[in-house]
């Protein structure tokens, strides 16, 4: 009796846990993966699928120095397989994606991200909106810390340049 006890307090304290995550980061990652991706609705659908994986494997997903980074790799790698199997599918049923972002006061830099390779946005939003160091974009995205310093400047350049 007592083993199933201890059973259900740690299934209990797990889940309390995933929820205080869940409902202090999906707004944030939500966010990023929208700029990203150019869809709020895509990336409502692709952090709900990110964030029951993490649920999944909560214990482990908890232990992460950064698992809101990961959460986002997950949601962004989820939405760009969504999009290459619709382009895969039928190229001229692909949307037309873009998002408005009310904390960005300036379309035109809103437009000068969308212009950016996906590899190069992944980068600037999880930088500059989800305020990662360079060494927890390069943990969440998975690549070395050089690639994001690299795809970095270039972004910002390629932004500068489109913003002149």
Do not use: C
């Not at 500059?128 to 060494?135: G, W």
């Amino acid at each position: 009796m007592k083993m199933r006890r201890k059973k259900k307090d740690s299934e209990n304290l797990t889940v309390r846990s995933f929820e205080g995550f869940y409902r202090g980061s999906w707004s944030e990652i939500h966010r990023a993966v929208s700029l990203v991706v150019g869809s709020a609705d895509l990336a409502s659908e692709a952090v709900d699928e990110a964030m029951v994986r993490a649920f999944e494997q909560w214990d482990e997903v908890s232990r992460f120095s950064n698992p809101e980074g990961w959460v986002y790799r997950v949601a962004v790698n989820w939405a760009r397989s969504w999009l290459r199997r619709l382009r895969f599918r039928s190229p001229s049923e692909v949307p037309d994606l873009a998002v408005e972002d009310p904390e960005m006061t300036d379309p035109r830099i809103l437009r000068a991200m969308q212009q950016l390779p996906l590899a190069y946005r992944e980068v600037v939003v999880a930088r500059l909106v989800l305020d990662l160091s360079e060494a927890e974009v390069a943990e969440a995205l998975g690549v070395p810390k050089g690639t994001v310093k690299s795809r970095l400047h270039r972004a910002l350049n390629s932004m500068k340049e489109d913003l002149e």
